[in-house]
């Protein structure tokens, strides 16, 4: 009943409206999505970093502790975006105690369901829907793992000579896409002006919004944050968008809100947000070269063979895939295994 709800929904705007954006699309779908289930593990649609093993979320408060260490030591916020569980941060908070580092720890959710799952394991945090409300008065250190790939995209696709919005229609109660209006060429990066019929190029203001203000109060408060995504350095052509269900690839545009919808995240262009802020960025680099620079491959051999297979995964399966940048305040060191 869900499913026809959300569908009936987008269909009745379509009719009355018009086609909508890809964007509005994909925050309907995903909104109703994540707002009615715990999408993770076997039973769910996919499985994030922190839920394979132990080691990511230690690695991640290994390198959290690092550098606050060479920052002084100094009374600070912990904030996962869109944490999952609570799973990465109940294990970097394992290795931050033992560190002598104690945030106080927040989390931005929305998701009734989720919020639930992360008291179980992070009892204490306090959560919010934005990051409007997070604290103001102190240094953040925060982790965004597998969030900007769930924010909403723009696609704009190159048709007759010209680039045009990409639309979601409705035909028979199908959603498909297509074609819209003509946009300005100003808009378009000129190394992809003449791309070929049929390219795609992606953005996700979404995602700029939430990098401006992150940043932004990272050169105000003092502090760090983490990004780990699907990703690549763009412009470039190419459709990310993609839906997963039942640990399977599946047609984006069908069954809104019933599976996960996400896009690559251009990870230049937030670092250039991050800079036009005024924070200090680092990497580009990849998930697998990341996690070895943080001596994954020694705690393996610590933990045993039970864990090879993990360390696999996160290191060779999803090494190259996910990738990692940073930004800092302008005072706080360089965080480890991130080159400037």
Request: net charge negative; hydrophobic share 45%.
């Amino acid at each position: 009943m869900a499913e026809m709800l959300l569908a009936e929904r987008l269909a009745r705007a379509i009719a009355l409206g018009g086609p909508i954006p890809v964007s509005q699309f994909m925050a309907a779908a995903n909104a109703h999505y994540y707002g009615t289930r715990d999408p993770l593990g076997v039973g769910g649609d996919f499985t994030t970093a922190p839920e394979i093993s132990q080691m990511f979320g230690e690695l991640i408060g290994a390198w959290a502790a690092d550098v606050w260490d060479r920052a002084g030591c100094p009374p600070v916020a912990w904030v996962e975006l869109g944490p999952g569980r609570g799973t990465m941060t109940a294990d970097a908070l394992r290795v931050m105690t033992r560190a002598g580092m104690t945030p106080t720890v927040h989390f931005v959710e929305t998701s009734a369901t989720m919020r639930a799952a992360q008291a179980e394991r992070v009892p204490g945090a306090t959560w919010h829907d934005s990051l409007t409300t997070l604290p103001d008065d102190l240094p953040l250190i925060v982790v965004a793992n597998e969030f900007f790939d769930a924010l909403p995209i723009r696609q704009l696709v190159r048709r007759d000579g010209a680039w045009h919005e990409r639309l979601v229609a409705c035909q028979d109660t199908l959603f498909v896409p297509i074609a819209g209006a003509r946009v300005p060429d100003t808009i378009i990066p000129p190394a992809l002006l003449d791309a070929s019929p049929g390219a795609i190029i992606e953005t996700s203001p979404a995602s700029v919004a939430i990098m401006a203000d992150l940043s932004a109060r990272i050169v105000e408060q003092g502090g760090v944050a983490l990004v780990i995504d699907y990703g690549y350095d763009g412009p470039t052509v190419g459709d990310t968008l993609q839906a997963v269900r039942g640990h399977a690839y599946a047609n984006p545009f069908e069954a809104p809100g019933e599976q996960d919808l996400t896009a690559h995240v251009d990870m230049a262009t937030l670092r250039l947000v991050a800079t036009a802020s005024g924070a200090r960025t680092y990497g580009t680099t990849t998930q697998g070269a990341f996690l070895r620079a943080l001596g994954i491959d020694q705690r393996a051999t610590a933990l045993g063979e039970r864990v090879a297979g993990d360390r696999r995964r996160l290191v060779e399966d999803m090494g190259e895939l996910f990738k990692v940048i940073a930004l800092t305040h302008k005072d706080w060191p360089q965080p480890a295994a991130l080159a400037a």
